[in-house]
């Protein structure tokens, strides 16, 4: 795959096709190019993974840092998203306790940035549906995992038993309220349920929603949360809300989801 070259003088200790990589990625977004984002995504992570991180991590957030500059800071968090999900599956017997609560509190910076009240607007972002829908469903997924690690007192060290009661009890990391909200705070922000009841109704969803609502991102956002606490609810036995959840659900609410992501949904619910 081939990149862009840049002036900026980089000074780490990295193969130059993967600082092109970065640089170019951090550039699509900026451009909200979203057809290459989705290219970059979906395709350039996996093969510069083969060619070069095959028996170590992608480099840390201070080297990315140094390639496109700390005041980058959306298109670091969203590398980060990237960087934790790879440790997640590169781990057989599943990341450590530090990393768990570090990629919950890229999570975290990353959902205040799209749902922070002192945006007057949406978030100036755009990014491809399969990644929106990657992001949601890693995000309970996580937690998932966060339940199970810690359902399993006995494999752990004494050390490891203090550290996962700080984060619980002093940093909230991972519990299931701050994760609820996170969920119904994108319902709530795209107006998902409205749209939906007024697409099912025959009515034009737009005359229901704000510019909140009327975003691509969190129109996308929002019908994917729905799925997430679908999700969430079953993971904690409330069928009930679960099925409450996903009242207005329509498989493909009046063409705002591509052909390939009304498949990716359709697979979830198989």
């Given amino acids: 795959m081939d990149?862009?070259?840049?002036?900026?003088?980089?000074?780490?200790?990295?193969?130059?096709?993967?600082?092109?990589?970065i640089q170019y990625f951090k550039k699509m977004i900026d451009e909200q190019n979203v057809l290459?984002?989705?290219?970059?995504?979906?395709?350039g992570w996996a093969e510069i993974s083969e060619?070069?991180?095959?028996?170590?991590m992608?480099?840390?957030?201070?080297?990315?840092e140094q390639i496109v500059g700390s005041e980058s800071r959306?298109?670091?968090?969203?590398?980060?998203?990237?960087y934790y999900r790879d440790l997640y599956t590169r781990m057989s017997r599943g990341p450590s306790l530090a990393h768990r609560y570090d990629s919950y509190m890229n999570y975290q910076e990353l959902f205040s940035e799209i749902l922070s009240q002192h945006n007057q607007s949406p978030v100036n972002l755009k990014l491809p549906e399969i990644w929106?829908?990657?992001?949601?469903?890693?995000?309970?997924?996580?937690?998932?995992?966060?339940?199970?690690?810690?359902?399993?007192?006995?494999?752990?060290?004494?050390?490891?038993?203090?550290?996962?009661?700080?984060i619980e009890n002093t940093q909230n990391a991972w519990n299931i309220y701050p994760v609820l909200?996170?969920?119904?705070?994108?319902?709530?922000?795209s107006q998902i349920n409205i749209q939906l009841k007024a697409i099912r109704e025959g009515n034009d969803p737009d005359s229901v929603a704000d510019e909140f609502g009327r975003s691509e991102l969190y129109f996308r956002l929002g019908y994917f949360s729905l799925i997430g606490l679908l999700?969430?609810?079953?993971?904690?036995?409330?069928?009930?809300?679960?099925?409450?959840?996903?009242?207005?659900?329509d498989m493909d609410p009046k063409g705002k989801l591509s052909g390939n992501m009304f498949k990716y949904i359709v697979l979830f619910y198989v």
């Fill in 58 to 64: 992608w480099p840390d957030e201070r080297v990315v």
């Fill in 132 to 166: 929106l829908w990657d992001i949601i469903d890693e995000f309970v997924y996580q937690f998932q995992a966060f339940c199970l690690y810690k359902a399993n007192p006995g494999k752990r060290s004494a050390e490891e038993l203090e550290d996962l009661v700080e």
């Fill in 181 to 189: 909200n996170i969920l119904y705070s994108l319902l709530t922000r």
């Fill in 74 to 82: 959306l298109f670091i968090i969203l590398y980060k998203e990237l």
């Fill in 231 to 249: 999700r969430t609810h079953v993971l904690l036995g409330d069928y009930h809300q679960a099925l409450q959840t996903v009242e207005y659900l």
């Fill in 3 to 21: 990149f862009d070259n840049s002036r900026r003088q980089i000074d780490v200790d990295l193969p130059k096709d993967v600082i092109q990589y």
């Fill in 36 to 43: 290459d984002i989705q290219d970059l995504y979906e395709h």
């Fill in 51 to 56: 060619r070069y991180f095959t028996d170590k």
